[in-house]
C-alpha cells in the first residue's frame, strides 16, 4: 500500500489537501496520463530535477508522486511513496492514499493537463479526419495545447479501466464521477 507520509489530511502552505492535485516525476508518466483521465490535475515534468519537483509541489500545493523513497521523505506531507509496480496497483495505491473519489473522468487533456471544453463541429471541421467529422455529434477541445478530442472507439477500453476508481462510498457511480465519451486526438 502507498506510504502517505502521513495519511491523514495534511495543509500545505496555508491550503489544505482537500482538492487533490498532484505532480508526478519521470518513473510515474503513465500514471500521471491515467489521473488526468481520471479528471485529477497531474502535472508530469519527465526532466525536472527532484529540487523543481519539490519546489512545484509546495508552491501549488500539489501531492508529488514519486518511486524515489529519499525524495518522498524530503517532501514529508506533500509526497507520497509509489510503491506499487503496474499501473492499475498505482492508480488503487493513490486512490487509497488521497481519497480519490468521484471526479469528471475525461475531462483534461492526457497529453498536457489542460481542460477540455465542448466545442461546436463546425469549429473543428478542418481539424478533424472527413470520417470523424461526417459519424461524430460531439467534439472537445483542450484549453492549453488546442488538441481536439471525440469518443473514439477505444472509448469502451478506456472506461471499463476507470470505473473502479470513479465508484462513491455506497458503490454507485456518482455524478461527478461520470465518464465522458472522449478521447481520440488530433
Do not use: K
Amino acid at each position: 500500500m502507498a506510504t502517505a507520509v502521513p495519511q491523514r489530511r495534511r495543509r500545505l502552505r496555508g491550503g489544505s489537501m482537500d482538492e487533490p492535485r498532484f505532480v508526478a516525476d519521470a518513473m510515474l508518466g503513465r500514471l500521471a496520463r491515467w489521473l488526468r483521465a481520471l479528471g485529477f490535475d497531474t502535472l508530469y515534468c519527465r526532466d525536472a530535477p527532484d529540487r523543481r519537483l519539490l519546489a512545484v509541489a509546495l508552491a501549488d500545493r500539489r501531492r508529488l508522486l514519486t518511486r524515489d523513497a529519499a525524495l518522498a521523505r524530503r517532501a514529508r506531507e506533500a509526497g507520497l511513496l509509489v510503491r506499487a509496480e503496474t499501473l492499475d496497483a498505482q492508480i488503487q495505491e493513490v486512490a487509497a492514499a488521497c481519497g480519490l473519489a468521484g471526479r469528471r473522468a475525461l475531462s483534461r487533456c492526457l497529453e498536457c493537463n489542460g481542460l477540455l471544453a465542448v466545442t461546436a463541429p463546425e469549429a473543428v471541421r478542418d481539424r478533424v479526419p472527413p470520417y470523424t467529422f461526417a459519424t461524430r455529434r460531439e467534439f472537445w477541445t483542450c484549453s492549453g495545447c488546442r488538441r481536439v478530442f471525440w469518443a473514439g472507439t477505444h472509448v469502451t477500453g478506456i472506461r471499463r479501466r476507470l470505473e473502479p476508481y470513479l465508484r462513491d462510498a455506497q458503490g454507485s457511480t456518482s455524478a461527478r464521477g461520470s465518464v465522458d465519451p472522449r478521447p481520440a486526438s488530433r
